[in-house]
């Protein structure tokens, strides 16, 4: 996030003022920025109106999932930043990570998932049928691949198996 400021000049009516050669004008939409302070006062001054700030939107912070059930959890505390404070042990900036989160809004970080090849055999994958530990084994299809995250691959035992990760985002 930049940290420069733009500025316009706006009215008690909620138009911008638009600047150009020929003549100003008052815009509900539109108006002309500038990154100086002094040519905002003058412009203001000049034709009437108000200094608006224009700071850009700050970053989501992406969180783990344990971090994103800490903010939201934190939503719903008495003291905020107390509420922070006594949730996280404040290794490596995490304290000021969750403030961020908290103020500037978050998104949680997705895992990555594998597709894992069935040990001894050339044409089949596991397949994790939906939510449940069942797996059963599928063709090389894509289509039918299941999506294994890390700990899932290590809760089957299939560590040492081939695995591709997956690269599409459609879940």
């Known amino acids: 996030m930049s940290e420069e ?4 000049i706006r009215n008690n009516v909620g138009k911008y003022l638009t600047i150009e050669r020929t003549a100003p004008w008052w815009d509900s939409q539109v108006g ?4 100086n302070i002094d040519v905002a006062l003058a412009w203001a001054g000049k034709h009437g109106g108000h ?13 783990t999932k344990e971090q994103a059930k800490v903010i939201k959890e934190t939503h719903d505390a008495a003291w905020p930043a107390k509420y922070i404070t006594d949730h996280c042990d404040n290794s490596n ?5 969750l403030m961020n989160a908290y103020v500037n ?5 997705k895992e990555k998932k594998y597709n894992v090849k069935v040990p001894h055999t050339k044409e089949a994958w596991y397949y994790q049928s939906g939510d449940t530990d069942l797996l059963t084994i599928c063709p090389a299809d894509k289509e039918l691949r299941g999506k294994f995250t890390e700990s899932e691959i290590e809760h089957y035992g299939l560590q040492d198996c081939e695995k591709e990760e ?5 879940d």
């Open 51 to 63: 200094i608006v700030t224009l700071v850009e939107e700050p970053e989501k912070v992406v969180l």
């Open 5 to 8: 400021k733009l500025y316009a």
């Open 93 to 97: 900036g995490l304290e000021e990570l």
């Open 32 to 35: 002309t920025t500038v990154r």
């Open 105 to 109: 809004g978050y998104t949680v970080e």
């Open 166 to 170: 997956v690269t599409d985002d459609a």
